[in-house]
T-cell receptor, first 111, second 113 residues
Framework: DAGVTQSPTHLIKTRGQQVTLRCSPK?????VSWYQQALGQGPQFIFQ???????QRGNFPDRFSGHQFPNYSSELNVNALLLGDSALYLC??????????FGPGTRLTVL | DAKTTQPPSMDCAEGRAANLPCNHS???????VYWYRQIHSQGPQYIIH???NNETNEMASLIITEDRKSSTLILPHATLRDTAVYYC??????????????FGQGTELSVKP
């Protein structure tokens, strides 16, 4: 049984560009949450998707958007990248409100 | 803001029990205590959660005080591979409240030979 998978593993972008990160949830899970983890900090909640809709959102600007597909996989899009967007982006899946299981993350570097 | 307080760091000798404390004095009745750990540059790993009774699984034991204002995660026989940052999180299971995990700074546990 595959766990949560994320792609790509690493990504380098320049300021002003746009990026799309992808997440496939654990089998049987229907809810996907995204987190941003800056170096030396704990993960910060970005948003959560369930039934293809954004259900909760953390304190992130509209440059951060997402999508959930009918197969429960999800994308995180970040527009107009800033240097401060450099971080590890984590996806977590769960079955409704139950415990969340995290993927290995995507390391984004903005130059 | 995180609703939990943890010591920033702890050491433990290999083979001994590691006891990681967490204070959550403002926990409400419908909130569970969750523990995750994060080994350097990997995604957080779920360890255990509980509401008010003590819980045990293959990884750890969770002891919650009767007033639910604090808890302790116990790794019974710590190994070098248990070196990680451990996060204690309180979270509601009500779906419209239970979406997000709010991480604090966690406890950096160093297991030494």
């Amino acid at each position: 049984d595959a766990g949560v998978t994320q792609s790509p593993t690493h990504l380098i972008k320049t300021r002003g560009q746009q990026v799309t990160l992808r997440c496939s949830p654990k089998s049987g899970h229907d809810t996907v949450s995204w987190y941003q983890q800056a170096l030396g900090q704990g993960p910060q909640f970005i948003f959560q998707y369930y039934e293809e809709e954004e259900r909760q959102r953390g304190n992130f600007p509209d440059r951060f958007s997402g999508h959930q597909f009918p197969n429960y996989s999800s994308e995180l899009n970040v527009n107009a990248l800033l240097l401060g967007d450099s971080a590890l982006y984590l996806c977590a899946s769960s079955r409704r409100g139950n415990e969340q299981f995290f993927g290995p993350g995507t390391r984004l570097t903005v130059l | 803001d995180a609703k939990t307080t943890q010591p920033p760091s702890m050491d433990c000798a290999e083979g001994r029990a590691a006891n990681l404390p967490c204070n959550h004095s403002t926990i409400s009745g419908n909130e569970y205590v969750y523990w995750y750990r994060q080994i350097h540059s990997q995604g957080p790993q779920y360890i255990i959660h509980g509401l008010k009774n003590n819980e045990t699984n293959e990884m750890a034991s969770l002891i919650i005080t009767e007033d639910r204002k604090s808890s302790t995660l116990i790794l019974p026989h710590a190994t070098l591979r248990d070196t990680a940052v451990y996060y204690c999180i309180v979270r509601s299971h009500q779906y419209n409240q239970g979406g997000k995990l709010i991480f604090g700074q966690g406890t950096e546990l160093s297991v030494k030979p």
